[in-house]
């Protein structure tokens, strides 16, 4: 049966491909007799304005790459004339991109990259290749490691938080998930270098994704149904953490980050370093952090700790028209889980990963695939949940949680036919998940899926279609005396992208989304900590089915940049968590069942960035969303209230300073059992010194959150009522890059 699924489904794949490309073929044929140039340039650094050598240099349409050399020249031979982005990018510090139109038989383009948090933004996550925010189909956030390192790196949530869109769901300082749009758990698929990293804080608020931030270059957020890609638990959004191990660069470079903070007194660094010699490349990196238990206004949030250590390496070979690379990484956790000031007895997990990863490509092909690439990596995930018990003097082993998961991926783009590109491929994962002690709700279950896929665009000069399809099969196979099951769905989208102005553009995308229940929705039965239940899963539910729309106005120009969005999507078969009235002796904790209803998700959320002299950016964010259960006319839980934050960026030569006001409202909107959270308003400031030379480039930063001490709750930590978020807090950041 599976073996008929899959040749159905290369089959009508297939087919899809063919009726794609045949349109195009004649307008490819004339396109072909165009003539062809050179486009040139150089790359230099600001405030110095020294050449910045192994740059990488992308026609975003024709995704061919070259190195910028020791003096930070670049040559693209043979390019035919037409409208390209040309994106440069240098590990660790923001983008640039330039329109480009190429007329003439040799074209200047030369590029100023800055080290400075207003930048253009540029993403592969949405369709798998490199191309400029601003001319994304979906709405994407991409956030450099600058901002990162300035941020609190100890999870991925809570360097995230205050992004648009983007929330912390948190149960501790040490276990931070970005929720997106309002959507959390199953729904927001965490990823590094495209993959899944093998964590279960998915299903279960106390986990962590195990990823070290300070060593990523950046994190990509695609908001909104990202099913198309990566898979059916993208319903609400992806984020993505890119390494770029996967250029060759020639000689030596890498990065050195450290930090200390006062109120928790939280420090720690990372480090980072790349290789190249002929077609060869060796990376590495590590890093380690620790941070005490923090303080607010009304005290010191006992057992709110974490500590963290992390290293990778791998080796890579880089011939004329593909790559190979492998790697390791380690990644290990401890973190308590926050308690109230009388509480003797205290919680903490230790967790740890290895993970395996074998990746490839090819480029520049002659036929019709002219490029693609492939992965594969095997995460091996460990988590153990302790508990000291004070008037005994011991510490017990409560749980063991193992999550072991082999993923996969292939993507192919074809060579592009006039108006036409696209990208192609298939994916899937296998995963062994099994818990046991006396916090192990789950039975032993193994879950298998795959899929196949297909993205098309079609680019006119003033506007642009994008369409796409994902078939996609999971499978459950619980041990015990437990229902198998297994779901089959399809995920479709469409977009279309008008040019209004110069600069200004109007995206419209419609997306139908499927999603599998998760493996808690359908298996658990026992007390779940992690999210404060005691939970009973349905093994009975079913596929989720979504429907959505989303309207964008963007523009981008040297003095403003604007990205505006609104959104509905509309959900049947929704899986909730339903509260019994009834409590489980054992545990004390309420029993929740899982069912199913028709749900609504109704957002908006928009940034400015204005330059109103030369040396002073203004800038201005805020978002919002309303998710409800339309049978009941219910508002659903933990959904982040109205965000705004207004900032001024001041730049003089390499002297920067950012100050922020963060404002949250009420959040009076609440489920079952979930209580209201007053609104606040946060002061911060950053400021920031850049000396850069010639192979070196040094950043000071000193950032103070919370200035004014200001007491207040996130909604969306199920801890909220007894752990504030943290008080005044002042932080010391150092970044070298060489």
């Known amino acids: 049966m599976f073996t008929q699924l899959i040749s159905r489904m290369v089959c009508c794949f297939s087919i899809f491909i063919v009726a794609a490309l045949t349109p195009a073929v004649s307008l490819a044929q004339t396109t072909s007799q165009a003539g062809t140039a050179t486009i040139?340039?150089?790359?230099?650094?600001?405030?110095?304005?020294?050449?910045?050598?192994?740059?990488?240099?992308?026609?975003?349409?024709?995704?061919?790459?070259?190195?910028?050399?020791?003096?930070?020249?670049?040559?693209?031979?043979?390019?035919?004339?037409?409208?390209?982005?040309?994106i440069a990018h240098l590990d660790r510090?923001?983008?640039?991109?330039?329109?480009?139109?190429?007329?003439?038989?040799?074209?200047?383009?030369?590029?100023?990259?800055?080290?400075?948090?207003?930048?253009?933004?540029v993403n592969i996550t949405a369709t798998g290749s490199a191309e400029a925010v601003n001319s994304s189909y979906q709405s994407v956030t991409s956030v450099g490691a600058l901002e990162l390192a300035q941020r609190n790196p100890a999870s991925i949530g809570e360097a995230l938080e205050?992004?648009?869109?983007?929330?912390?769901?948190?149960?501790?300082?040490?276990?931070?998930?970005?929720?997106?749009?309002?959507?959390?758990?199953?729904?927001?698929l965490v990823l590094q270098n495209g993959l899944r990293v093998g964590g279960i804080a998915s299903q279960s608020g106390d986990e962590v994704e195990p990823i070290d931030v300070l060593s990523l270059d950046r994190v990509e957020i695609v908001k909104g149904p990202a099913t198309l890609l990566y898979g059916s638990n993208a319903i609400g959004g992806v984020v993505n953490g890119i390494s770029t191990n996967?250029?060759?660069?020639?000689?030596?470079?890498?990065?050195?980050?450290?930090?200390?903070?006062?109120?928790?007194?939280?420090?720690?660094?990372?480090a980072g370093f790349k290789y190249g010699f002929k077609n060869f490349l060796i990376f590495g990196s590590g890093g380690a952090q620790k941070a005490n238990d923090y303080h607010t206004p009304l005290g010191t949030v006992l057992n709110s700790y974490a500590r963290s250590g992390n290293f990778s390496g791998g080796v890579g070979w880089f011939p004329r028209k593909g790559w190979l690379s492998f790697s390791y990484a380690y990644d290990r956790r401890r973190y308590?889980?926050?308690?109230?000031?009388?509480?003797?007895d205290l919680e903490y997990?230790?967790?740890?990963?290895?993970?395996?990863?074998?990746?490839?490509?090819?480029?520049?092909?002659?036929?019709?695939?002219?490029?693609?690439?492939?992965?594969?990596?095997?995460?091996?995930?460990?988590?153990r949940e302790f508990e000291f018990e004070s008037d005994e003097n011991v510490t017990e082993l409560d749980s063991i949680a193992t999550n072991k998961n082999l993923n996969y991926r292939a993507n192919?783009?074809?060579?592009?036919?006039?108006?036409?590109?696209?990208?192609?491929?298939?994916?899937?994962?296998?995963?062994?998940?099994?818990?046991?002690?006396?916090?192990?709700?789950?039975?032993?279950?193994?879950?298998r899926s795959f899929a196949v896929y297909g993205l098309e665009r079609v680019d006119f000069e003033s506007i642009g279609f994008q369409f796409g399809g994902r078939v996609e099969q999971n499978g459950y196979s619980p041990e015990g005396n437990f229902r198998k099951r297994n779901f089959l769905g399809f995920s479709g989208s469409a977009g279309m992208r008008l040019a209004l102005w110069n600069g200004g553009s109007f995206v419209a995308n419609y997306q139908h989304s499927f999603r599998a229940p998760a493996l808690e929705e359908l298996y658990n039965n026992g007390p779940h900590p992690g999210l404060l239940v005691f939970d009973i899963g349905n093994p009975d539910l079913k596929a989720e089915q979504g429907d959505g729309i989303d309207f964008s106005l963007r523009h981008t120009s040297a003095r403003l940049r604007l990205e505006s969005s609104i959104y509905y999507y509309n959900f049947s078969n929704f899986v909730f968590t339903s509260f019994t009235g009834a409590t489980d002796p054992g545990s004390h904790l309420p029993i929740v069942d899982y069912l199913q209803s028709s749900s609504r998700y109704v957002g908006a959320e928009a940034s400015l960035e204005a330059r109103v002299v030369k040396s002073v950016w203004l800038n201005a964010?805020?978002?919002?969303?309303?998710?409800?259960?339309?049978?009941?006319?219910?508002?659903?839980?933990?959904?982040?209230?109205?965000?705004?934050?207004?900032?001024?960026?001041?730049?003089?030569?390499?002297?920067?300073?950012?100050?922020?006001?963060?404002?949250?409202?009420?959040?009076?909107?609440?489920?079952?059992?979930?209580?209201?959270?007053?609104?606040?308003?946060?002061?911060?400031?950053?400021?920031?010194?850049?000396?850069?030379?010639?192979?070196?480039?040094?950043?000071?930063?000193l950032s103070g959150y919370n200035l004014t001490d200001k007491l207040y709750r996130n909604h969306l930590s199920f801890i909220k009522n007894i752990a504030p978020e943290i008080g005044r807090n002042l932080r010391l950041n150092y970044t070298l890059r060489f």
């Open 40 to 86: 040139h340039g150089t790359v230099a650094l600001e405030p110095s304005g020294v050449t910045a050598r192994n740059a990488v240099i992308t026609i975003a349409e024709l995704k061919r790459s070259v190195l910028t050399d020791q003096r930070g020249g670049f040559v693209f031979n043979d390019i035919p004339f037409g409208k390209y982005q040309i």
């Open 93 to 121: 510090v923001p983008d640039v991109v330039k329109t480009v139109e190429v007329t003439s038989s040799a074209q200047p383009v030369n590029f100023i990259l800055t080290l400075a948090p207003v930048s253009e933004q």
């Open 162 to 188: 205050y992004q648009l869109g983007v929330a912390k769901r948190s149960f501790g300082p040490g276990s931070g998930r970005p929720v997106i749009r309002g959507f959390d758990g199953d729904r927001v």
């Open 336 to 344: 308590g889980i926050p308690v109230v000031a009388d509480q003797i």
């Open 412 to 447: 192919f783009n074809h060579r592009r036919h006039g108006i036409v590109s696209g990208t192609f491929g298939f994916s899937g994962f296998t995963r062994d998940y099994e818990s046991v002690g006396t916090e192990a709700p789950a039975p032993h279950t193994r879950q």
């Open 246 to 270: 996967d250029v060759y660069q020639e000689g030596l470079s890498g990065y050195l980050t450290t930090f200390g903070s006062t109120n928790n007194w939280q420090a720690g660094g990372g």
């Open 621 to 701: 964010k805020a978002d919002y969303v309303r998710a409800d259960l339309i049978e009941l006319d219910r508002p659903l839980p933990r959904i982040p209230p109205l965000r705004s934050t207004l900032g001024v960026d001041w730049r003089l030569k390499a002297f920067s300073v950012r100050p922020e006001l963060v404002l949250a409202r009420l959040q009076g909107r609440v489920f079952d059992n979930e209580s209201p959270t007053a609104g606040y308003a946060v002061v911060n400031l950053n400021a920031s010194y850049t000396i850069v030379n010639s192979r070196t480039a040094h950043i000071i930063t």
């Open 349 to 383: 997990l230790r967790m740890r990963r290895h993970s395996y990863e074998f990746k490839g490509g090819f480029r520049e092909l002659d036929g019709l695939l002219e490029s693609g690439d492939f992965a594969i990596s095997y995460n091996d995930y460990l988590n």
